[in-house]
């Protein structure tokens, strides 16, 4: 009976922790980026990570002299946001080159938080699904 309730709980408890984790890894637009820090970032994409609760990609930047490369983290919306303004998960593969309208991280780390992001070969320009606009209203 003991070995029974035991399981029982230890059941609830990981029922609770799948859920609940998630949740946690989720953040304000506020919390981590700095809305008057705009920037626009021209590189390559090195990786596209499509998943929840948002998409990052990463790019090669050049400085102005073009002498050093810095890789930057772009968080992007959710995957259903970005397929309601046009996405899929081919619009974007590594070795595309991309310009990225983004607002900069507060830690000054090299991330930002992309608002459109334009495919330089095609000159489609893409929304992100940032959360900065909704945030921003409140």
Same mark, same amino acid.
């Given at each position: 009976? &003991?070995?029974?309730? +035991? ?5 609830? +408890? ?5 859920? $609940? ?7 304000? +637009? ?5 809305? &008057? %820090?705009?920037? =626009?970032? %021209?590189?390559?994409? $090195? !990786?596209?990570?499509?998943?929840? #609760?948002?998409?990052? +990609?990463?790019?090669?930047? &050049?400085?102005? =002299? ?12 959710? #995957? ?7 996405? =899929?998960?081919?619009?974007? !593969? ?8 983004? =607002?900069?991280? %507060?830690?000054?780390? !090299? ?6 992001? $334009?495919?330089?070969? $095609?000159? &489609? %320009? ?13």
């Amino acid at each position: 009976m &003991k070995s029974r309730m +035991f399981g029982l709980v230890a059941a609830v +408890f990981g029922v609770s922790l799948a859920v $609940t984790t998630p949740l946690l890894a989720h953040h304000s +637009f506020s919390a981590e980026y700095d809305s &008057k %820090k705009q920037v =626009t970032l %021209k590189g390559i994409v $090195t !990786k596209v990570e499509w998943m929840n #609760p948002h998409v990052y +990609f990463y790019i090669d930047v &050049k400085d102005e =002299t073009g002498d050093n490369i810095t890789n930057w983290a772009m968080e992007m919306g959710p #995957p259903n946001g970005l397929e309601r303004s046009g996405w =899929t998960r081919n619009t974007m !593969k590594v070795g595309d080159e991309v310009i990225v309208e983004a =607002t900069l991280a %507060k830690d000054n780390s !090299k991330q930002a938080n992309a608002r459109s992001v $334009t495919m330089a070969a $095609t000159g &489609k %320009k893409l929304g992100a699904a940032s959360s900065e606009r909704l945030n921003n209203q409140q």
